[in-house]
């Protein structure tokens, strides 16, 4: 069965540390995906990666890197956290046999910086 | 920008009625438009998809219409059950880009008993 972890389902965080979100997918996948969900905005896409070692910035990049060491895990960083970066917090990946374009995402990380 | 424009934000149907959920897109070169649920505590989830070369799609109560010369598409949910309430994403994508979706904003579907 199709599963993409998320490390943490609550973070609270305070103004100007930094923060790690980590993501694994046990499919295999090629390609993942950070979004921030926010109501009324839906999902905004933050960064995503191809492959090992690749990142391409989503449309709301501002604030936030990511890492692709190994190819199941894609980490999203707040380099200093601030308030109008709390949010709920999803990743997703896709690939394989449900075919290019399916994403399965993870149960989200809701944080909260104070 | 937004490149796709999802409408009603929040629904409230009765048991049993249609729930019709909207969204719009500006990308021509879309071409491939998935709907996904999502529950509370969950991560969204693939609900059906469909290709611009056919007009309709249904699976079991849920049906998409895809009307490309408006660059429109829509959602059904036909006897809609409160199991059914939950937000509902469009989406739209294009090939070769990686399966990189562009998302609605969301709408908060409830059904009351």
């Known amino acids: 069965d199709v599963k993409v972890t998320q490390s943490s389902r609550y973070l609270v965080k305070r103004t100007g540390e930094k923060v790690f979100l980590e993501c694994v997918q046990d499919m295999d996948h090629e390609n993942m995906f950070w979004y921030r969900q926010d109501p009324g905005l839906g999902l905004r896409l933050i960064y995503f990666s191809y492959d090992v070692k690749m990142k391409e910035k989503g449309d709301i990049p501002e604030g936030y890197s990511v890492s692709r060491e190994k190819k199941e895990r894609f980490s999203l960083i707040l380099e200093s956290a601030s308030t109008n970066q709390t949010s709920m917090y999803l990743c997703a990946s896709t690939g394989g046999a449900g075919g290019p374009y399916e994403q399965y995402f993870g149960p989200g990380t809701r944080l909260t910086v104070t | ?113």
Not at chain 2, 75 to 80: G, N, Q
């Open chain 2, 1 to 113: 920008q937004q490149q796709v424009k999802q409408s009603p934000q929040s629904l409230i149907v009765q048991k049993g009625g249609i729930s019709i959920i909207n969204c719009a897109y500006e990308n021509t070169a879309f071409d491939y438009f998935p709907w996904y649920q999502q529950f509370p505590g969950k991560g969204p989830a693939l609900l059906i998809a469909i290709r611009p070369d056919v007009s309709e799609k249904k699976e079991g109560r849920f049906t998409i219409s895809f009307n490309k010369s408006a660059k429109q598409f829509s959602l059904h949910i036909m006897d809609s059950q409160p199991g059914d309430s939950a937000t509902y994403f469009c989406a739209a994508s294009t090939m070769g880009q990686g399966g990189k979706l562009i998302f609605g904003q969301g709408t908060e579907l409830s059904v009351k008993p």
